[in-house]
Each structure stands twice: as structure tokens, then as C-alpha cells.
């Protein structure tokens, strides 16, 4: 029975010696690597192995994964209460907004050239209910308000200030150049007229 005990005594020191070491070639291994990799030839070497055709397969397919992870993550409860509050910021919307504006458009450039969609639009136009909602909210006060306000806002944006500056400066332009042609018309047409006297 002693040599048992003394048996199972020396092999769970052996062990735990073993894992002791372990535990330390592990730290001594991690550190060698993390060298490594932080030298000219282990990042071309990370380089090279993420060009490697296989590697590029196995990215895709882990690609896939984290799809499935976000979709997961962003349909879960704190995902969408998350959602919530950076809408409510209006930093973040701007920027969110600029990101997909591109996508956006070219979707919904897509979308309304499809035949089956703008036949859907087009039934809904000419639904008599919808022409009728239409007239109320243009002859609302609400709308009138919101109209205005457009407008005043488009006044003010550098754009359209531009836009008007070239416009009026154009239209001088135009004016003197007119004026001049006259000034000049007038100015021939009286020099023969004093040459006579």
C-alpha cells in the first residue's frame, strides 16, 4: 500500500514539474515568437502566407463565420438598443449617412429601374386615395411651414449662393456686353453723320 501512495505521489510531483515546464517553454516560445514577428523578415513572412492561395480560402471561409457572427450580434437585444442611441446622435448619423450614400444610391437607382418595382410605384400614384392625401399634405399648414423652411435652408448653403453669384454675374456680364455693342453700334452710326457736316 505504501508503495502505492508513494507511486502516485511521485508520478503527481512529476507531473506537476512537467507542467511547471511546460508552463515556461510556453512563455519562453510566446516571447521568441512575438520577436519574431516584430522584425523586418516575420512580417514579410506573414506577408507571404497571406498571399498563399490557401490561407486566402481559409480567410474566406472564416469570412463567412464572422458574417454570421455579426448578423447574430447585430439581431441580438443590446445590438439594437445600441443601434438606438447612436441614431439618436446626430454626429454619428452624418457620418453613418456619408459612408453608405454611394451604396444607397446606386441601390435605389437599381431599385427603380426595375420594372416590377415602378409598377408598384406607378399603382400608387394613381390610387384616387393616394392623389387625395397628396392635395390635404400640399394644403396643409404643416407642409407649407416645412416648404418654407426648405427653402430658406437651401438659400443659405454655399451652393446655392454660388450658384446664384455665377448666375447675377453672368447676367452683367451679358447686360455690359450689350451695352457696349451698343454704345458701339450708336457710336458708328453717329461718326458718318459728322463727317457729312
Not at 508552463?23 to 519562453?28: A, G, N, P
Request: aromatic share 6%; proline share 3%; glycine share 2%.
Amino acid at each position: 500500500m505504501r508503495n502505492i501512495l508513494l507511486g502516485i505521489i511521485l508520478f503527481l510531483t512529476g507531473c506537476a514539474i512537467e507542467n511547471e515546464t511546460r508552463e515556461k517553454d510556453y512563455d519562453t516560445t510566446k516571447k521568441m515568437v512575438m520577436d519574431i514577428v516584430q522584425t523586418e523578415e516575420g512580417k514579410k513572412a506573414i506577408r507571404d502566407i497571406m498571399r498563399d492561395e490557401e490561407m486566402k480560402k481559409l480567410l474566406v471561409i472564416d469570412a463567412d463565420e464572422t458574417k454570421q457572427a455579426i448578423e447574430e450580434t447585430l439581431s441580438s437585444e443590446q445590438s439594437v438598443d445600441m443601434w438606438k442611441k447612436l441614431f439618436e446622435d446626430p454626429t454619428f448619423i452624418e457620418v453613418f449617412y456619408k459612408s453608405v450614400e454611394d451604396e444607397h444610391k446606386k441601390f435605389m437607382e437599381k431599385l427603380l429601374a426595375d420594372p416590377s418595382i415602378q409598377e408598384k410605384v406607378m399603382e400608387i400614384l394613381e390610387d384616387p386615395k393616394m392623389t387625395e392625401q397628396f392635395q390635404k399634405l400640399m394644403k396643409s399648414t404643416t407642409y407649407k411651414e416645412h416648404l418654407q423652411k426648405v427653402i430658406e435652408e437651401t438659400y443659405e448653403t454655399p451652393t446655392f449662393k454660388k450658384r446664384t453669384h455665377d448666375m447675377m454675374k453672368k447676367i452683367v456680364e451679358e447686360k455690359d456686353k450689350d451695352e457696349n455693342k451698343k454704345k458701339e453700334k450708336g457710336q458708328k452710326e453717329e461718326a458718318p453723320d459728322e463727317e457729312e457736316m
